[in-house]
C-alpha cells in the first residue's frame, strides 16, 4: 500500500516544487506545520495524489459541485435582464430578490412571524463569502468579550469558518464533531469561561460532512446559550433542501419573534443546481444585519442584478428542487444496495455527502491514495477537512468524504468501484 504524502519519499511524478515544499514545512516546525493545516482540502488532495495516476478512468467525488442539469428558466431570465448588467448592484439586494427568499423562507419553514425583506435580509454571492464576512462584522458588533475573542466551530468543518474566525483576529475554537454525539457540537461540553469570551459559532445543519440535522430542541438550546452570553449564532443551512426522509428545520425557527442573536445563511448553489451562480442569502436579526451591510457596502463584493433576477424565480419554483432530491434519493438508494453496512455507512438524514470510515485500510491519506490509483475514484480525507483538537486527534482522521453529485449511472459504477477496491 501507498505510503501518505506526508512521510513518502519523492517518487513518481510529483513537482520539485510540491516536494521541497513539503519538505520546507516539515522543517519549519509546530507554526508551519498549523499553517498548511489551513489550506484548502481539496489542495491538499491534489497534493496528495499528484505522484500518482489512476489505473481507471477518473470519476471526481472530491468537491461537493452538483452535477444535474439548472433549471430551465436560467437562460431565459439572464437574457431578459442582461442590460442590467451595466450597473453596479445594490449591496442589499434588488427587491424582487429580497422578497422572493422572504417568501420561501415562510413556505418551507415554521417561522415565529415572517421575514421583513427591507431589513432582514441580505443577498449574497453564494453562502461561503458571507460565511466569512459575517465572523469579521460580529467580532464588531458583539459587546467586549471577558478574554481573548473566540468563535466556535464544528470539526470537521467548512473552510470558510475558520478562514473567517482567523480574519476576525478570534480564536478558532473546535468542537469535536463524531458518532459519539451525533456528529454534532456538544453543547454540554462548553464551559462558561469559554461561552463568555464566544463572538459566534458557526453550525451546519446538515452537517458537512457527515449529514446530520440538529434537532428543534438542540437548535433552541444553542440560542439559548447564545442569548445568555451575547454571542451570534451562525446557522449554515445551505444543504437544507437536500433530504430523502423529514425536512431539515432552520435555527429561525428557534429564534423567537426578533430572530434576535440568529442568522442563518441559505444558496442556491446545491437546492437548485447553480453553483456556479454564487446567489444566496442571510435571513435573522436585524441588529446584526444592518452592521453587516455596513461593511458589505464597503468590502465584499455584490450580487448582479441580472443573477438575482435568476434567484428570485429559483426560490419561486419547487418543481427543480423536487426533481432534485428525487435523483439524490435514488443515489443514495445505490449507496444502501451497494455499500451496505461496510465503513459504518448510515443513510445520512441531509445532505449530499457519504462519510465513511477507512480506518481499517491504512487511515484516510492511503484508503485516498489507493482508490485513487487502483479505481480511478478521487475523494478528499477526512482529517483534511478537520484539526487536530487540544489532544492531537482529528475528528476527521480515518474517514473519507464522497459527493454524490455525478448522474446516476457514474454514482453506481463509482460505488461499486469502491467496494471493490477497499470491500
Not at 8 to 34: E, I, K, M, V, Y
Not at 199 to 226: C, F, M, T
Request: glycine residues 8%; neutral net charge.
Amino acid at each position: 500500500m501507498a505510503t501518505p504524502a506526508s512521510s513518502r519519499a519523492a517518487q513518481g511524478d510529483a513537482s520539485p516544487t510540491q516536494l521541497d515544499a513539503g519538505a520546507f514545512l516539515s522543517a519549519a516546525g509546530p507554526a508551519a506545520l498549523t499553517a498548511a493545516s489551513e489550506r484548502s482540502p481539496f489542495a491538499r488532495t491534489a497534493e496528495l495524489l499528484a505522484p500518482y495516476q489512476p489505473e481507471q478512468s477518473l470519476i471526481n467525488l472530491s468537491l461537493g459541485e452538483p452535477q444535474d442539469p439548472p433549471p430551465d428558466f436560467v437562460g431565459p431570465i439572464l437574457s431578459r435582464h442582461i442590460d442590467e448588467f451595466r450597473r453596479y448592484p445594490m449591496a442589499r439586494g434588488i427587491e424582487p430578490f429580497r422578497r422572493a427568499a422572504a417568501e420561501w423562507l415562510s413556505r418551507r419553514f415554521a417561522l415565529p412571524r415572517a421575514i421583513d425583506p427591507d431589513a432582514e435580509i441580505l443577498a449574497l454571492n453564494g453562502s461561503r463569502e458571507g460565511l466569512f464576512y459575517a465572523a469579521i462584522a460580529a467580532a464588531r458588533y458583539v459587546a467586549p468579550r471577558k478574554g481573548a475573542p473566540a468563535i466556535l466551530m464544528p470539526n470537521p468543518f467548512y473552510p470558510a469558518y475558520g478562514a473567517g474566525a482567523r480574519a476576525a483576529n478570534c480564536e478558532a475554537i473546535f468542537l469535536p464533531a463524531t458518532r459519539a454525539n451525533g456528529f454534532l457540537p456538544d453543547l454540554d461540553s462548553l464551559d462558561d469561561a469559554t461561552l463568555a469570551r464566544t463572538v459566534a459559532i458557526y453550525l451546519a445543519s446538515p452537517a458537512n460532512p457527515q449529514g446530520a440535522v440538529a434537532s428543534r430542541d438542540y437548535l433552541s438550546r444553542l440560542i439559548a446559550l447564545a442569548r445568555r452570553h451575547g454571542f451570534l449564532v451562525f446557522s449554515d443551512e445551505c444543504y437544507s433542501e437536500i433530504y430523502t426522509q423529514s425536512p431539515p428545520g432552520s435555527a429561525l425557527e428557534c429564534a423567537g419573534p426578533d430572530f434576535a442573536h440568529v442568522v442563518a445563511f441559505q444558496s442556491l448553489s446545491k437546492r437548485s443546481n447553480l453553483p456556479g451562480l454564487r446567489v444566496g442569502f442571510v435571513a435573522g436579526d436585524r441588529n446584526f444585519l444592518t452592521a453587516f451591510h455596513e461593511l458589505r457596502n464597503v468590502a465584499a463584493p455584490q450580487v448582479p442584478a441580472p443573477l438575482q433576477h435568476v434567484g428570485a424565480a429559483a426560490y419561486g419554483d419547487e418543481a427543480h428542487v423536487e426533481e432534485n432530491r428525487r435523483l439524490y434519493r435514488l443515489k443514495f438508494d445505490l449507496a444502501d444496495g451497494i455499500i451496505g453496512t461496510r465503513f459504518g455507512y448510515a443513510r445520512p438524514a441531509g445532505g449530499f455527502c457519504l462519510w465513511l470510515d477507512v480506518s481499517a485500510y491504512g487511515g484516510d491519506e492511503a484508503a485516498t491514495i489507493r482508490l485513487y490509483r487502483e479505481a480511478g475514484l478521487r475523494v478528499v480525507p477526512g482529517s483534511y477537512l478537520a484539526r487536530p483538537q487540544g489532544d492531537g486527534g482529528n475528528p476527521g482522521a480515518g474517514y473519507i468524504r464522497l459527493a454524490l453529485v455525478a448522474d446516476i449511472e457514474t454514482t453506481a459504477e463509482a460505488l461499486r468501484r469502491l467496494v471493490k477496491t477497499l470491500g
